[in-house]
């Protein structure tokens, strides 16, 4: 007779009938058969085969299970033993990931993290710091409740083995990834940011302040990064403003001196607005023909002063007045660039992910902006380090700024120039047809802008009315392990494609059931991206409304790594080593893109195709398919798996044929793509041929793109540039020591050359 | 930090004649599109991948 058992701990506990009884009626309850006598009676027949087993002993817990399930077919309950076996396994696996999720927890607790992978996952957090441990801690709960409640089994399975990556899955049930806020629109009347309503910004300064708490206040309902589409013609009003205010106060200043006036400044108000009246314009960089002849007239009739006398005190009131907007326009733009750089706002342990795009305004003041932008970008931050963020980008486009004669082809220069030194801005190109499409002179939102991280919206099968950058942004995307497929296809192309189609149509069901967990969500869980109607048509909804309908302006986005090791499975090389594998890689993707094609037809939702940027996946898929098949050259033998379409890191190939054979691939990765090349220091900085390259990503119909050099630093002597084993400033060693007064040197020589104090 | 308070004390005993003791060079350089400071917050995936990037020469077009 069974008087006690064992416990999965160890415990021994008083034997107890009736939960077996209670477990096996749960069981039948689930399975629509059987009733608490049915129960009563498989739970005596176990008992009867326990004490058959185990005479002497206690049993333990495994082994009653292991009957009861015996028991029930032996029964011919049949549906109830799958369920009971489900249950069982469920419960398993629950067990497990509580005990992996308490592991993980204490790794992220104990190990430094210069020993743990898990905790450098994510570059941009220091998971050394209380806020990234909280952070990193609360990212591994959520991965586990949501692996567990939200995912169908198929797509636990897909993701826990490799076969798809589903991005940021901590924050499966919370928010989507990114936006273009049009920055524009948001501070026209003032907004709000749950914290307090700031009023509509009237000066450059305010506008760049308010640009990086848009920024902010955005990126704490999204889990992605922030973009700014329209930073030129967003910057430009604040620079107009600013203008007019100084035109006004030199104005005042140059009068009062010249008639020796103590308070000049309401007849100078007077005379200005008079001939702002006439002209139908405000006081402006540059005033249309007449503007200055009208305010002299004004300024004689005001003040007796001569027209000639009028015009020159003009003249000098408009270089006062450009010196000191140009002066804030400065200020302005490297306090957003420090701003953004120090803020640590995303969840107290991270600075935003943010992007801004400009370019093509050519405004006087937008133009006045995007050179003192690019100013401060090459400037850097206090000591002239580097600055991460944001990240910039230049859009090119003929007529515009990518031919000598366009109007903004100096600020096309001066972008080569500061990307040459401080890698960005990175270039997005207009005029690639797949981008020009879309394009409408005069109306900036149909320009292509991109995330940094190279997302890229404009298409949109659900409201082609409405095929624009602003205000939208990707919902979710999962990544596709493509050299898997080909790993399991054994060099057989259509079993390749028929395992491929599947895997999509996994993805897209996966993406669409994470949708309906988005579209169930209202306005007031997203104060500002919804609640300030930062997100399109999300002002035209309440408070309380499901956010379903104005999503569908997003894109899920289906993405893949490695098509270079795919093609080497496949068929023995990759597209970089022969035009056969070009031909063969590009059917590969072409064929992703057409499903997302039909899919998006067929849904009215945008399914987009996606160059995966794949920070931590690069390692994970290759980790998991060594385990299943080993190291094979070429294939599974590096610590990652190549970026998206890219020709491999490590194979060499000169610059214009890298660009050449990626080109094409960025016509159909619609969801976001991005082309590197690989420059030594010399080359980069050596604009012309710098400049030359983006010439040719240009000709080539790259979409965006960008070139990689090294950028070192010494902070002791501030030296920016190649630094090998010995800094070629101050001659010293990393980590060694380098005499005073050899810095005291270098101060007379370098103006950027530190106070150094040791703590930067 | 603790590395970077460490490094500033030594460098208080002889700040008068040296500078620079524990210090390292900065290294930056850009994954996923994203410029990252130093690379000792690179997961090791993308270390490896960062070793193993040739240059390319220009060439021609």
Known sequence: MIRSIIKRDGRRVLYDQNKIASAVLRAMEAAREGDAEAAARVANAVEGEIEAMFPAQSPNIEAIQDCVEHQLMNFGYNATAKAYILYRANRTYARDANTTLMRTINEITQADAIASDLKRDNANIDGNTAMGSMLQIGSAGAKAYNEMYLLRPEHAKAFREGDIYIHDFDFYHMTTTCTQIDILSLFHGGFSTGHGYLREPQSIQSYAALAAIAIQSNQNDQHGGQSIPNFDYAMAEGVAKTYHKAFYRALTDVIEDQLDLDDASDAVKEALTGAERTAGELAKLENKPGFDGALALALHNAFGLETDKAQSLLRRTRSRAWKRTDHETFQAMEGFVHNLNTMHSRAGAQTPFSSINYGTDITPEGRMAMRNVLLALDAGLGHGETCIFPIHIFKVKEGVNYNPGDPNYDLFRLSCKVSARRLFPNFTFLDSPYNLQYYVPGRPETEVATMGCRTRVIGNVYDPTRQISYSRGNLSFTSINLPRIALESHHDEAAFFKRLDEMLELTAQQLLDRYEIQAQKHVYNFPFLMGQGVWLDSDKLHVADEIREVLKHGTLSIGFIGLAETLTALYGHHHGESAEMQEKGLAIIRHMREYCDRKSQAMKMNFTLLATPAEGLSGKFIRQDQQRYGKIPGITDREYYTNSFHIPVWYPIQAFEKIRLEAPYHALCNAGHISYVELDGDTARNVEAFEQVVRWMHDCQIGYGSINHPVDRDPVCGYVGVIGDVCPRCGRREGHRVPESRIEELKKLYPDVVAFRGIE | ?61
């Open chain 2, 1 to 61: 930090m603790e590395e970077k308070l460490q490094q500033a004390e030594s460098l208080q005993d002889n700040q008068d004649e040296k500078l620079g003791e524990g210090v390292g060079f900065e290294r930056i350089r850009r994954i996923t599109g994203y410029l990252v400071g130093t690379m000792d917050k690179w997961n090791d995936a993308k270390r490896a991948e960062e070793r193993d990037r040739v240059k390319h020469a220009l060439g021609a077009q």
